[in-house]
């Protein structure tokens, strides 16, 4: 117990200890897990979209929370289990009621705007989860809502709890054409002051923020969440100079900075090789990295000095870091 | 030595936040966690979020006197309402927390009770059901702290400040700021480098965690214990700088004025929730604390006039700095 502090990533710190209460399934492949203190305490409240990173053995993943983050007896998080992805889902969906998990503290990072007159909120398959953080707080706090639903015929997770918060609002697709006509439709008539928030695989959330732009949505308005979403892209080769050492390291296409230092036997830290930890952050001497993380912000992007070497890679052919 | 003398020190001296950790003063980012004890040359400070002294019903009373006369000292546009109940919910545990004899709170999901000796206040309220509360709501939080309170939205990459009860304010005025980037708030600095500090201040800002509580201080002088030196109120107070040079009474009327600014992400509605609390001390007070007493004299006489001006302290600082060194 007392060693996690230690060894796990900075999002861990000051983690909470939960109990698992409760596991429901969705569909054959999206499982519900709902986490209590094991006192029976309140949880920490959260901001709508917000996620929690869930370590599950040596692994560390990043969920949506689907409550709406009022003062929160229970978290929920839905978990759609790959079965060859390195991420723990299928460790996470062998886990019976009674297991204690460390679970972080809530981090908000895909939230409602406060001044939208409405919420237009689009989501694919397990990305549903953060639309139903949204849609339970708008209900709550009487704000203007709407959701654009696409899933596969009968894999579509929390569709009662959707149908009951939405009502008239919910507009459900099982199929690609019947959704690109839905959402040609959303976007021509949504008034002024509306933003729109999309979540799901990456090529479902590129196909949308493209439509959208094409019918003259300000980038401003547009907002994406990228968890649950595939995996990323390859990337292009480069390599890198250690300035330690002197050593030249080669990063090819498909392999990340992290797996290619390991190859060469060197030792980084690590904990969710998803970016979102804060954990494998390495100081950057020369070069421009291609953010690729969930954890820096956007001005410590912007300043180039650091880079979270589990997913993100670089824009030119060299980078130095510092180790 | 510390004990001897804090025994004739009156408990607002005691616990006066000093600012000065060395006898010059440059501006800088400042941030710390918070709650936090600080130990002084007179006492401490800072081991609460929320501080209560002895001027609570009295500075509560001000406010309330101030508010009634000039609503503009208070602001909310529309979509900040949530994020006023998230300070509600937030700040009256942490004081039922902190002053368990006079306050007490407690909460079955949105049924509130909310006890305060201190007023004779004993209320149940329903979180998101303004009628059920005395007043508005932002006006009823600002009702039980002697803090400002101003609440920052964020979006569009930027932090807006969209609400707030500012009745102590330094010399700013919320009618006129609302619904502008903080950036803009901060109005124009003396220095290059201390915009850098605001713009890094935001960033850091953007960055904070639900939950997360740090705080800063601030520091400038005020003549006569006047919490209330807003713009609009100018006529009333300003023509005293040049006075009080002159008035064989400036150790009393001078005062030393400090803000503990908290800044605190609210947890549910993700704004930016910003305490300024308020304290005075007089120099002649200050001259009780002999280490107090030579080191803002020192930061006084060492202030670069540029400093002095943004601060509104340049007619006086000399005779301050004079009357503290001098003895
Ligand atoms: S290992 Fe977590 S951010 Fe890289």
Known sequence: MTATAEASAPA????????????????????SFTFRDPAGNGLPPYVPGSHVIVQCGDKANAYSLTGSGVLPDEYTISVLRVDDGGGGSATLHRLAPGARLTVSRPRSAFAPVATARHHLLIAAGIGITPMLSHM??????????????????GEGAHLDDVRELCGESLHECTDRSSFLAALAVRLGEQPLGTHLYVCGPQGFMDTVLHAASEAGWPASRLHSEPFGSADLDPGQPFSVRLSRSGTVVDVPSGTSLLEALEDSGLKVPFMCRQGVCGECV???????PEHRDLYLSDAEKTANNSIMCCVSRSRDAGLEIDF | MLSTQGSTLTPSVQRFPFPFREDSYRYSTNVEPAPQFVSTDAGGWGDRLIEIDPHYRS???????ILDRDPSRIAMLAHMGPAVWDTITTLLPVLAADYPDVMSFTRERRRCHW?????RLDINFVIGDASTLPMEPLRFIASQIQDDIAL???????????????????????GFDVGMRFLEVHGPVPRVHEEQIITRAQQFLMRLQPGEKYRRTNWTMTVDRRLDTSTETYPQWGPDRLEVVDDPELPKRLHL?????????????GAILFLVRTHMISLAEISAVPAWRQRLGR????????????KGISRYRDAAANWLLGG
């Open chain 2, 59 to 65: 500075e509560l009373e001000e406010r309330a006197a």
């Open chain 2, 152 to 174: 920052l939205d964020q979006r569009e990459g930027a932090l807006w400040l969209d609400a707030g009860v500012i009745t102590f304010a330094a010399d700013w005025s919320l």
């Open chain 2, 257 to 269: 004025r400090v803000e503990v600014q908290h800044l605190i992400r609210l947890p549910q509605s």
């Open chain 1, 282 to 288: 390495l100081p950057v001497l020369r070069g421009t």
């Open chain 2, 115 to 119: 006890r305060n000796d201190l007023l």
């Open chain 1, 136 to 153: 339970r707080a708008a209900a709550e706090w009487g704000h203007s809502a709407s959701l654009l639903y696409s899933y596969r015929q």
């Open chain 1, 12 to 31: 861990l710190h000051d983690a909470l200890e939960l109990v698992l209460a409760d596991v429901t399934d969705q569909t054959p492949s999206i499982r």
């Open chain 2, 299 to 310: 930061v006084l006489a060492e202030l670069p006039e540029d400093m002095a001006d943004y």
